[in-house]
């Protein structure tokens, strides 16, 4: 079965450095999005990517984040500047055709960030 | 806005035990709910999901009845096994029937089963 894959998978950085994580949507997929869970919470939504541009995003998603589509497989979510509160679990997601019901949206196995 | 509740884990049962996992919605229109299922080591799975009142799910002998009259999608199996050991997340899609743009979701639930 096709699968979405982040990297990494566990990430460790110092408070006000920059993370880059990485996502391989699944290769027909149209729609991309992220989502964050911090320990103990919610799964939320931050964003959602179409044609190359963000489609949506949440009050989450400020001016620290940004997401880009580089090279047409790779989809990546940059953090500037982080900060302890930015410690989370990322999932990355995607889905062949947003508007459509009868299409399963996918996500990988998450990025685990631990900003110290 | 729009919110989902879903009940506080862990939930630990024996095997071929009952489970219910409670869920319910808050929500302005009229949305799709869902399961997800996250197994130790993986990536969020759709487990199942339900578009419209009275519709409902199922996959792996789970079952999720969409009720509007309660607000509710209440996840239900009738003989629990080991393998069923995950996290569960409830969620609801705020956009266009059966769209899963933009999901909000439970907190998520987790299972044990014990041999």
């Known amino acids: 079965e096709p699968e979405v894959t982040q990297t990494p998978s566990h990430q460790v950085t110092q408070m006000g450095q920059e993370v880059i994580l990485r996502c391989v949507p699944i290769?027909?997929?149209?729609?991309f999005y992220w989502y964050r869970q911090i320990l103990g919470q919610k799964v939320e939504f931050l964003v959602s990517f179409y044609n190359n541009e963000i489609s949506e995003k949440s009050e989450i998603f400020d001016d620290q984040f940004s997401v880009e589509r580089p090279d047409g497989s790779n989809f990546t979510l940059k953090i500037r500047s982080t900060k302890l509160e930015d410690s989370a679990m990322y999932f990355c997601?995607?889905?062949?055709?947003?508007?459509?019901?009868?299409?399963?949206?996918?996500f990988g196995e998450g990025s685990w960030l631990t900003v110290v | 806005g729009d919110s989902v509740t879903q009940m506080e884990g862990p939930v630990t049962l024996s095997e071929e035990a009952f489970l219910t996992i409670n869920c319910t919605y808050t929500?302005?229109?009229?949305?799709?709910l869902f399961w997800y299922v996250q197994y130790p080591g993986e990536g969020l799975q759709l487990l199942l999901k339900?578009?419209?009142?009275?519709d409902k799910g199922s996959n792996k002998g789970f079952e999720a009845t969409y009720r509007k009259e309660t607000t509710s999608f209440h996840l239900e199996k009738g003989s629990v096994q080991v393998s069923d050991s995950a996290v569960y997340f409830c969620a609801l899609s705020d956009r266009y029937g059966g769209s899963q743009g933009n999901l909000i979701f439970g907190k998520g639930t987790k299972l044990s089963v014990k041999p």
């Open positions: 997601a995607s889905t062949e055709d947003r508007q459509s019901s009868g299409n399963t949206i996918y």
């Open positions: 339900a578009t419209k009142a009275d």
């Open positions: 929500a302005t229109g009229y949305p799709s």
């Open positions: 290769s027909n997929h149209l729609y």
